[in-house]
């Protein structure tokens, strides 16, 4: 955990933050968060965060959701999370967790009702090497468990209450010697994994689940779909994605902020490019990797600088950039 977060308002040691068990966020789930990558590029002695501003819009959006009245505008949340990063002097891997909840604590009729309650506001940062280990890929199993429907519980927004659906079938996956689950849709189209996105190689053709497949608009998702068209060339097609599709792929590979890009190289016992990372994914997980460090100097755009020095006067300063 950080030293320092920042809590309702004020930067405070990451000890004294504290939210009440009663409160819609523990008792009830009635929060949403982003999972963000800042990176530590020890040849240039900089850190960077990674797609800093689409991460805050996207809480914005997942907050709207849940009647949730964030506390400031984007720009004012990147130049917190930056001033955060700088004043806990990360010289490593960081994952930042920005977190917007229901705080009312009182239990009365309206426990329920999302517009009636007050909202809390925390960023929480703490050093994260690899979310997922084996760099040569990882195996998943299809979950017996079906991914919510979204008129049910909005995949879209990054709710808490959500992860209970992924929590169960990670849980079933690992309990049964795989990595990850794959999510099925009601429908028994392939969905996402627990926390990420999934990619297939089908004919030399990169294909993932469409936006309307239940799934959340990631974030690394979108990176990795502009990197392969416009770095590779490749083309990339967004539709509805049949289970045994998975057994016939030539790769797979799934991505997430946390989890990056990994390659799946077995799926329900079925080896997949027999069993080891294709070329495709191995170049999207290099490219991905260098354009995040910053080691490649393509798309600047997308890392926001934290100045870990004197050189950083202001919060404004220090997200220049953005």
């Known amino acids: 955990m950080s030293a320092i977060c920042y809590f309702n308002g004020a930067f405070v040691p990451t000890s004294d933050a504290r ?8 008792g009830r789930g ?24 689409e991460h805050m819009e996207r809480l914005e959006r997942s907050a709207r959701v849940l009647f949730i009245t964030l506390p400031h505008d984007v720009d004012t949340l990147c130049e917190l999370t930056v001033e955060l990063l700088r004043r806990n002097d990360f010289r490593t891997d960081v994952h930042l967790r920005p977190i917007a909840y229901k705080s009312s604590e009182e239990i009365t009729s ?88 999934l990619f297939l190689v089908r004919d030399g053709v990169l294909v993932t689940p469409s936006t309307t497949e239940t799934i ?18 490749a083309e990339v097609v967004e539709r509805p994605v049949a289970r045994s599709e998975l057994y ?21 016992h079925r080896a997949i490019g027999g069993g080891v990372p294709g070329p495709t994914t191995k170049r999207l997980v290099a ?26 006067k202001t919060p404004q300063a220090a997200s220049a950039g953005a």
């Open 287 to 312: 490219l991905y990797e260098a354009v995040a460090r910053g080691t490649s100097r393509a798309h600047p755009e997308w890392r926001t600088p934290v100045l870990l020095d004197d050189r950083a």
């Open 110 to 197: 309206k426990i329920l009702v999302l517009s009636e309650q007050a909202d809390g506001f925390a960023i929480n940062a703490s050093p994260l090497g690899r979310y997922l280990k084996g760099d040569d890929g990882v195996t998943c199993m299809v979950s017996s468990w079906r991914r919510t429907a979204d008129n049910a519980m909005p995949a879209r927004a990054k709710i808490t209450g959500n992860y209970v659906n992924s929590a169960l079938a990670k849980t079933e996956a690992v309990m049964n010697g795989f990595d990850e689950a794959i999510f099925l849709t009601d429908a028994g189209m392939v969905a996402e994994c627990s926390a990420q996105n």
């Open 248 to 268: 016939l792929a030539e790769e797979a590979f799934l991505t997430g902020s946390g989890s990056e890009v990994k390659p799946i190289v077995g799926v329900d």
């Open 19 to 26: 939210i009440g068990i009663d409160s819609g966020l523990a």
């Open 216 to 233: 959340l608009e990631g974030i690394t998702r979108e990176t990795i779909i502009e990197l392969a068209r416009k770095e590779l060339g």
């Open 30 to 53: 009635l929060g949403v968060f982003e999972g963000i990558r800042a990176y530590w590029n020890e040849a240039d002695e900089a850190l960077t965060v990674f797609r800093l501003r």
